[in-house]
């Protein structure tokens, strides 16, 4: 009996105390309110005029290599459905000569290719990485100049009141 008589006092205190904090909660929750946004990243380095300019500048400077290996593949391709149509009519030797030539051409575009790649990753990234310090210091300056406590990037779920990704976009042009 006297369990039980401990267990109604402990409900009744806590009873007490939830009706004497719901009291004072507006007052708490004003003081703790804090403004909070959020930015895609995704979004800031596809529409944003920086990541725009960068893309177009990478287009550019590697608009002549591409060329340059899109004619490599091309001869390759040609080099090969010749020898697929003429191989038969060669001598051994000629055989064996066209196919070390079309090894070593296919080995050169390999290679070609995975440089292109290598480099044009490389200057992505370079240039993605100044459009993200970028965005960066404008959130930085929104969020002193509109008082933000809080700015995540890519949150996993945002109400539309938070997501400040329109400023930060307006405000990089």
Known sequence: M?????STAVLAAAACA????????????????QKIGVVSLDRVLHESAPAKAAADKLQKEFARRK??????????KAKAQDFQKNGPTLTQSQRINEQRDLAEAER??????REFREERGQRENEEIQIVIARANQVIQDLARRENYDLIFQDAVYASPRADITDKVLKAMK
């Open 18 to 33: 939830a009706i004497a904090l719901a009291g004072s909660a507006p007052a708490f929750a004003a003081e703790t309110a």
């Open 2 to 6: 006297t369990r039980k008589l401990v």
């Open 108 to 113: 050169a575009l390999s290679r070609a290719q």
């Open 67 to 76: 060329a340059e290996i899109d004619k490599m593949s091309a001869d390759f």
